[in-house]
């Protein structure tokens, strides 16, 4: 029970035995003043009566004495009238029943007034005439203390209503700074430090608000200085200090990730001699400035064309990572590329077209970080050799089908649902118990099955995203696949179905209609945290409000900050699988502990992945991460 209601409820035990007392007090005095004024009243009326009736049994009157007897007592204020004459015996008697109007039986039957009688003599000198008996009627008193009583409870009654309202309303405002308090200490166990509380005017709730903002700021201070202790690592072993740019150990995780996703795109080398020329001429701080321009301009050019990663992974070699092109996507992003460096030489007085070459080397199939690397550099050496700008590795590997070919048999497959699945457990550290599965999805074409690596890259350049979302959540229900095991199932969702208001509302309605709603997770990809925030939170609220889980993928993969996660408070968090190929000796160990304790900081389970050997689940042991994930324990098939 909260405070608000014990507090509630004990002043109203405390009003209704206050009115309860005043109640019996009311009741009691009442029965007793009417008890009183019944007896006064007969006593009265027996001595008057007596000397009244004198002259009539005197006279031996009978008829008289009987109309002065009638008369008094169809008043109705008497039960019962008896005259017996002294002389002859005779006696008569006059009697009203005990029936009384707008008084309740059962109140009558509660007998609370007493018979009251008077019997007196009445007399003429010596002589005794008769003996006068009269007992008083209790309706009067039943019908006076129930008018008294019903008048008095619904006095209270009202009372008691204004009460009812003014102790909610006054119990309300005096605990609002209470209230106040309770709900920042949810959000602060929940690691969402908002704006400071008011300080209220309450003496005793005074120093426990000002408790309360004083560890609220120590805590948001704490993880603003992990937040902050993330950028300055990130600077210091992943960006190069001359460009601004990721260096070569970013590049080499970006690549090791982005190969083991289901992606397209392109790998591009470049060479840039021309800026040892300018380092000849004008001296290494004047090339040095002329890369920070590049670089720059390189970044606002090319953003505008594709979504790509450029580092710097030389003194005068760059790294252009296209992460999601097609063939002529990758060619625009090249000339963009060409003519964003012709700019910065005219400007830095060397001859256009001269002084670097290019090697591209496109992403088919399935790729390692050497292949593509060595395709990329053979690619370049070629371009230099032959004073080429540029130069595209030739491969004599095709693609599997054209554009409309894989739109035909994904529009297909997405319809009908002919999805075959695979999940892969994600397990624990401490006991290798599995705390959730992720799933994959294949398409069998031709009698060939294809992985999510080789029509992926398909989904999203026909923007089919949202529509392969749904199709594979609706594949869960139809196809029972929660029935197969207990443990959550994690759901990859696209970047397309981020920012996409109808599926929002179409994964609401799923939800609510799903009995196992509590065991589905979603992983959200972090870039489209950065890229749509309001998107992801509407998308992330609807999860959670619907008893179901959410993480973020590819955590620590952007450049930012990690404030969303007070935002979203997701449950778990994927650590990217480039933190997975980083060695030791590079000195990522403290990004990756610092990036794991902002996680946990805010109470969020940290997912390794990528791990493919014990050596690499060694070197996370230290960092407390809680599980770990990869082709150590590799996909199998749901059925």
Not at 335 to 347: D, V, Y
Not at 501 to 520: G, I, M, T, V
Not at 558 to 582: C, H, I, T
Request: with cysteine; charged share 20%.
């Amino acid at each position: 029970m909260t405070l608000f209601r014990q507090i509630y409820t004990l002043l109203l035990v405390l009003f209704l035995l206050v009115v309860a007392s005043l109640g019996y007090v009311q009741f009691t005095e009442t029965q007793s003043f009417l008890s009183k004024q019944m007896e006064s009243d007969l006593n009265n009326t027996s001595h008057s009566l007596g000397i009244m009736l004198v002259p009539d049994l005197e006279a031996g009157d009978i008829v008289g004495a009987e109309t002065l007897i009638n008369v008094i007592f169809e008043g109705g204020y008497y039960q019962q009238v008896k005259l017996t004459w002294l002389v002859d015996g005779k006696q008569q008697v006059w009697q009203n029943p005990v029936t009384i109007e707008g008084v309740p039986q059962w109140f009558i039957d509660l007998d609370l007034f007493k018979t009251i009688k008077r019997e007196s003599t009445i007399t003429s000198g010596w002589i005794q005439l008769a003996r006068l008996e009269i007992t008083a009627h209790p309706g009067f008193g039943y019908h006076e203390l129930w008018r008294t009583m019903t008048n008095a409870i619904i006095v209270f009654s009202i009372l008691f209503l204004i009460a009812i309202i003014f102790a909610r309303i006054g119990l309300t405002w005096i605990l609002r700074p209470l209230h106040g308090i309770a709900e920042h200490a949810k959000d602060v166990a929940n690691r969402k430090f908002g704006p400071d509380m008011k300080v209220p005017r309450t003496v005793e709730l005074k120093s426990v608000v000002l408790a309360f903002n004083s560890m609220s700021s120590q805590l948001k201070q704490i993880f603003n200085s992990l937040d902050e202790e993330v950028g300055e690592l990130r600077k210091k072993n992943l960006v190069d200090q001359v460009s601004g740019l990721p260096n070569r150990q970013y590049m080499m995780g970006r690549l090791n990730s982005w190969l083991s996703e289901p992606k397209s795109g392109a790998l591009m080398m470049a060479k840039f001699d021309w800026l040892e020329e300018v380092h000849s001429k004008y001296g290494y701080q004047v090339r040095d400035e002329t890369i920070k321009l590049l670089s720059d301009k390189m970044k606002q050019h090319l953003d505008g064309v594709t979504v790509s990663v450029i580092a710097r992974i030389a003194a005068y070699e760059f790294a252009f990572l296209i992460t999601s092109s097609e063939h002529e996507q990758t060619s625009k992003y090249l000339q963009t590329l060409i003519r964003t460096i012709n700019q910065e030489m005219s400007k830095a007085g060397c001859k256009p077209n001269e002084g670097f070459a290019i090697g591209i080397a496109e992403r088919i199939g399935q790729m390692s970080v050497t292949d593509i690397l060595a395709q990329a550099d053979n690619a370049l050496q070629k371009a230099l050799q032959g004073n080429q700008i540029y130069h595209w590795f030739e491969t004599n590997e095709k693609q599997l089908f054209t554009r409309e070919q894989w739109r035909d048999h994904l529009s297909k497959a997405i319809t009908e649902g002919k999805f075959k699945f695979k999940w892969q457990p994600i397990l624990l550290n401490d006991s290798n118990a599995i705390l959730q599965r992720e799933l994959y999805c294949q398409l069998e074409i031709h009698d060939k099955m294809i992985p999510a690596g080789q029509f992926m890259p398909y989904v999203e350049l026909l923007s089919l995203g949202t529509l392969l979302d749904k199709c594979l959540i609706q594949s869960l229900h139809d196809k029972h696949l929660l029935d197969k095991n207990f443990e959550p199932i994690a759901v990859n969702l696209t970047f397309q179905s981020m920012g996409d208001n109808e599926f929002h509302q179409w994964l609401n309605q799923f939800l609510r209609s799903s009995a196992l709603s509590e065991r589905l997770c979603f992983d959200i990809p972090e870039a489209a945290v950065y890229s749509n925030p309001e998107a992801c939170q509407m998308l992330c609220a609807i999860i959670r409000d619907n008893g179901s889980h959410f993480g973020i993928d590819h955590f620590g993969r952007q450049f930012g900050s990690m404030s969303y996660l007070q935002n979203l408070r997701p449950s778990y968090v994927k650590l990217d699988q480039s933190f997975a190929y980083y060695d030791e000796s590079e000195h990522s160990s403290e990004l990756c502990r610092a990036l794991i304790n902002v996680a946990k900081g805010l109470d969020v389970e940290v997912i390794v992945t990528g791990v493919e050997e014990e050596e690499q689940l060694t070197r996370f042991t230290p960092l407390k991460t809680n599980a770990y994930m990869g082709y150590i324990s590799p996909p199998v098939d749901v059925d």
